[in-house]
């Protein structure tokens, strides 16, 4: 067998029979993780085990296949596996050695059987843990094509949905973990979330959510004019009363109009409302902090440090500064009402009841860079990574590419939907959306998302949803709040 190690694409160069790698299982072999020292590549013995702990021996013709060529000048350092760091093997096997027969070390495996034993394992503890083993280890497991390899062989379809502006930054490991976690998630709601509601004092549709504090706290905003701020973590279904005393925080007249849009950043909430006012409000303590006004009712946002981005009824995208009084600036792009608005460090991009969204370069507001006409109008809109993902009035999502200064429409797809797409969220681990028909629909976040979940729990319209750290929560017109809440021993 020629020496084992990983091609470019992150498959080994050794090709085994899948039958034969299942048969070198944990149970058959005493498999100890263990490096030897790097000031001393001539220790050839096994490290010492606790009387019993010796495993199986090994069937020399059974396992022969996986013995490495080598000459008689290296069999005095066959037990011993090179942890230089430069991720290649010296190891060589004798299976008549009394060693071998007794004990295999983990680090002693061929390449190949590392990387299959590696695919039944949780992403996570491969770089918490395996990867920490020894310097080879973190060679072969912080290599970008062991990723890409990973995620394509377990989602064959194109991912990321769009090739990422610059290949070099774009993290593969931490895309793997998200996926995994992701999918393991939904594809097991039953076992893995709980669902609960909160309608208590809520006299009102509610039209927007939005959690704060890495999923931990809830804002909710409704057409009763009232803010609530809910302690998701006291969601717990061991006290039937945890949907009620979850509330901490009720504010009957927060505006005068219904609340339409709520942001946040860092330990400031914004809220938007009908009355074309916008309040922020200091998070531990709930209080206004301060107030801007428009021309006419905020029906979106985008807030970030010391600017918030207002699109209105009015047509207009407004941005003001927190700090200080009165509008920085006004600028009008569309020819109807804008009911949806993204952002990043260089452009804004909006969509409207015109059936177009606009997209321009925020340094210089006076020019749009690029409009992109949709057969119905736009309603939600979500942007990661140069990917705009827009959902509109007739129940389609659209993939639009705007990484490079452009606005590229992609593809237009069905994803079930009957009715309008009121919200959507594109994050590197799943892609969400919802619906006035009632549900809620995970899926991956492909270039052809496949469905993993349709949520049907929800009784009344969606009109927003917003989703953090394994927390989903959904606005509801039936005068609620959907939440799906990953279960207290299974976090992650």
């Known amino acids: 067998m020629a020496k084992s190690g990983v091609n470019e694409d992150g498959n080994s160069d050794v090709t085994l029979k899948n039958d034969e790698i299942t048969e070198l299982n944990l ?53 011993h ?20 027969e007794s004990i295999v070390t983990l680090d002693l495996l061929p390449y190949e059987i590392i990387l299959h034993i590696a695919s039944y394992l949780d992403s996570k503890f491969i770089v918490s843990t395996l990867s920490k083993v020894c310097s080879s280890f973190s060679d072969l497991f912080n290599d970008v094509n062991f990723w890409k390899s990973r995620i394509r062989r377990r989602w064959p379809k194109e991912y990321p949905a769009l090739p990422a502006k610059d290949p070099e930054t774009f993290d593969w490991k931490e895309a793997c973990i998200k996926r995994e976690l992701e999918f393991c998630l939904w594809s097991n709601v039953a076992k893995k979330l709980d669902y609960f509601v909160f309608e208590h ?32 973590t006291k969601l717990t279904k061991e006290d039937e009363s945890s949907p009620v005393s979850c509330r901490i925080f009720c504010k009957d007249n927060a505006h005068d109009g219904w609340i339409w849009t709520i942001n946040s950043f860092d330990r400031t909430l914004s809220t938007g409302s009908w009355d074309t006012r916008i309040k922020f409000w200091d998070l531990p303590t709930m209080a206004q902090i301060h107030e801007a006004r428009a021309n006419s009712a905020i029906l979106c946002s985008h807030f970030e440090s010391n600017l918030y981005i207002a699109g209105s009824y009015d047509k207009n995208v407004y941005q003001f500064d927190p700090r200080l009084a009165g509008v920085l600036s006004k600028n009008c792009y569309h020819r109807k009402p804008i009911l949806c608005l993204v952002a990043n460090d260089n452009y804004i991009m909006t969509g409207s009841e015109d059936s177009t969204v606009a997209f321009y370069d925020r340094r210089h507001t006076a020019a749009v860079v690029k409009k992109q006409k949709l057969q119905q109008y736009p309603m939600s809109m979500s942007y990661d990574n140069g990917q705009l993902w827009v959902g509109d009035k007739g129940g389609s999502v659209h993939l639009l590419d705007a990484s490079s200064g452009d606005l590229k429409l ?31 629909k995970v899926l991956e976040p492909n270039l052809d998302p496949g469905l993993i979940v349709n949520l049907t729990e929800m009784t009344s319209e969606v009109a927003e949803i917003s989703y953090r750290n394994g927390v989903l929560a959904c606005a509801s017109s039936g005068m609620c709040v959907g939440i799906y809440k990953r279960r207290e021993n299974d976090q992650q």
């Open 201 to 232: 004092g809520l006299y009102g549709a509610v039209d927007t959510v939005h959690l704060v504090e890495n999923g931990n706290l809830l804002a909710v905003g409704s057409r009763d004019r009232y803010l609530n701020i809910l302690d998701v």
């Open 81 to 100: 596996f090179n942890c230089c760091g430069n991720g290649s093997s010296a190891l060589n096997l004798d299976l008549e050695d009394d060693a071998f």
């Open 410 to 440: 992609v593809k237009t797809y069905n994803v079930g939907h009957a009715q309008k797409v009121t919200g959507i969220i594109h994050t590197p681990g799943v892609l969400i959306t919802c619906s006035t028909d009632k549900t809620v």
């Open 27 to 79: 149970q058959q072999l005493n498999i100890i993780p263990h490096c030897n020292s790097k000031e001393d590549p001539q220790i050839n013995e096994p490290s010492t085990l606790p009387d019993g702990a010796l495993g199986k021996e090994v069937d020399s013709e059974r396992y022969d296949h996986l013995n490495c060529n080598e000459s008689d000048e290296s069999a005095s350092r066959r037990n």
